[in-house]
């Protein structure tokens, strides 16, 4: 299932490379690579979380706000 989503998100990733707006392309990938990468500590076991929120980039942490 985690799989599944990971690959429809990189779908959503590579249709917004289409978007002749500079701003509109930007806006899509930064707030889809925020639900990425929340959706993916919400499937995370409890004793990983904070691991993974840990080494996360800043980029990350930003996309998720």
Known sequence: ???DIQH?????SRIMDCVS???CRLNGKVQTR???NTL????LPDS???EILKQMSPNDL???V
């Open 8 to 12: 429809r998100f990189y779908n959503i």
């Open 1 to 3: 299932m985690l799989t």
């Open 62 to 64: 930003v996309s998720m």
């Open 40 to 43: 993916k500590v919400l499937f």
């Open 48 to 50: 990983r979380k904070i």
């Open 21 to 23: 707006c500079d701003k």
């Open 34 to 36: 925020g639900l990425a």
